[in-house]
Every structure is written in C-alpha cells, then in structure tokens.
C-alpha cells in the first residue's frame, strides 16, 4: 500500500473571484465551484481554493487514491502505528477523506478520488439549469 498519486495543493484566498479569474487566466479549468471554495484542475493536479469562510480545513496538499478500501485501510495502518488521524468523512463533491500532520506539522489529507475523477459540480448543475 502507497501514496498513488500527490493530487492537490489546498491555499488560503481572501478574494474567491479575483483568485479563480487568476488561476483560470493561467489555464486551469474550474471543477467545484461554491461560495467557500472552489477546485480547478490543470491536467490531473489541482488547487483548492479556500475562502475566507471555509473551515473544515486549512492549507494542505493532498495524496489521492482510486480506491476507497485502501483509504479505510491506510486510515487504520495510520492510527495502529500511533499516528494522530482525524475520521474518515465524506465530501459534498463524491470523495472521502481524512487529515493528518506529518512530523513537521505540515498537514495532509489523505483524499479517495472516484475512478471517474473529482466531479464537477458545474457540469451538473449545468444539465439541471
């Protein structure tokens, strides 16, 4: 079991529309986009953009994993070698995920991607307009 893939890189904004129009000026495609925050992706890698009222978590960068079994199981490898995880949740975008800090204090989360990708909500919301 290993980390397949470094997916994500998640920052703190202060203005979510001056900080999506800059990420999309360098090419990045919008994905997720909520009052709080947001994820634009430039190939397979992404960039969260978290608002000033979003706080389920702060910056961090993200490993992903096709497979949710293996996120259940790295999430109780973590924890029976003593490190300090926070429950395994599941997201309004289709992922799952949890957080932890490294032995510097820098956090991560530990993120199930489903086979198809991080889904889009403007592309749903767009077949239901």
């Known amino acids: 079991m290993g980390v397949e893939r470094l997916g994500h890189v998640a920052i703190r904004v202060a203005d979510m529309a001056r900080a999506k129009h800059f990420y999309q000026q360098l090419g990045m495609r919008l994905v997720w986009d909520a009052p709080d925050w947001a994820y634009l992706m430039a190939g397979a890698d992404g960039l969260a953009l978290l608002g000033p009222s979003y706080k389920a978590a702060g910056p961090h960068f993200a490993f992903?994993?096709?497979?949710?079994?293996?996120?259940?199981?790295?999430?109780?490898?973590?924890?029976?070698?003593?490190?300090?995880?926070?429950?395994?949740?599941?997201?309004?975008?289709?992922?799952?995920?949890?957080?932890?800090?490294?032995?510097?204090?820098?956090?991560?989360?530990?993120?199930?991607?489903?086979?198809?990708?991080?889904?889009?909500?403007l592309e749903r919301d767009a077949k239901h307009a």
């Open 64 to 121: 992903h994993f096709e497979d949710r079994p293996e996120l259940n199981s790295l999430h109780a490898e973590l924890q029976s070698a003593g490190h300090s995880c926070g429950p395994i949740h599941d997201h309004r975008d289709g992922t799952a995920s949890f957080y932890l800090q490294d032995p510097e204090g820098n956090w991560l989360e530990m993120l199930y991607e489903p086979p198809g990708g991080i889904p889009s909500n």
